[in-house]
């Protein structure tokens, strides 16, 4: 296949579906009904033409033969006079008359047949378009109920262009408002633990309490440390007279009562 032959059959895909993005199924009908309608039209003045072109002829066709009979009369008439040459001369002019209304006639015969095929053809064409006229509002009825219903189906569904930004407007003002949420927690939290401070409460009451809260702190190290000092120390005891022996002196005393070192 050449370059062009490619672009020719490229150009007339996007064409046809551009095409088949732009048409309503509910209008292409319509114009067809219209351009039947017009035919319909023409088919009746054609009829009506023919049937005036019938008229005129059979009214040619009455005269000429008024004429013959005004003819075979004076003919009749000359004979009776004995004027034989007049009598030839009317007869001939009826004969001329008689061979204008036979080729009418045919001509009448051939118009009436085509008024008749007129008519049969008109009266065809006429239900032809009744029934398309049934058809096409048939198929608009039908497209018009799809689209509605399709329509109706994606709002229900949330598929739809319109229905589709929204839902995608309320999902990120739904994600907008977590994450608010979020930060106003985590805030929450932050000043609960004393790791911010809560701009709200900053006044000199504040500032006393804390005060009073770091020396209360330091209070309370100090016991403890106290406690924990005097609980490492060794423990004196009592000798028998009362005295308190150090724990030098409880060794001495221990190393005695077992008899020397050993």
Not at 156 to 173: K, N, Y
Not at 204 to 227: M, N
């Amino acid at each position: 296949m050449s370059v062009m032959q490619r672009l020719s059959l490229i150009f007339r895909s996007k064409a046809n579906k551009a095409l088949d993005r732009a048409e309503d199924p509910r209008e292409t009908p319509d114009y067809s009904y219209q351009r039947q309608l017009e035919l319909l039209s023409k088919v009746r003045r054609g009829v009506a033409d023919v049937a005036t072109s019938r008229k005129r002829v059979e009214l040619q066709i009455k005269q000429l033969e008024t004429q013959s009979a005004k003819l075979q009369g004076r003919a009749e008439k000359a004979i009776a006079a004995d004027r034989e040459d007049l009598a030839r001369e009317a007869l001939t002019r009826k004969s001329g008359l008689t061979t204008q209304i036979r080729d009418l006639r045919v001509q009448h015969d051939n118009l009436r047949g085509e008024e008749e095929k007129l008519v049969l053809a008109q009266q065809r064409l006429q239900t032809k378009v009744e029934s398309f006229r049934t058809r096409k509002e048939t198929i608009k009825a039908n497209y018009t109920a799809a689209e509605a219903q399709t329509r109706i189906g994606e709002a229900m569904s949330g598929i739809g262009e319109e229905m589709g930004d929204v839902g995608l407007a309320i999902q990120r003002a739904e994600d907008k408002t977590a994450q608010m949420q979020a930060r106003a927690g985590a805030i929450d939290e932050l000043i609960a633990s004393g790791a911010l401070d809560d701009a709200s409460s900053l006044n000199a009451g504040d500032d006393i309490a804390r005060e009073l809260d770091s020396l209360s702190s330091t209070s309370d190290v100090e016991s403890e440390l106290a406690r924990l000092k005097a609980g490492s120390k060794p423990q004196a005891i009592e000798s028998g007279n009362g005295d308190i022996l150090t724990p030098e002196e409880q060794a001495i005393q221990r190393e005695i009562s077992e008899g020397g070192p050993a």
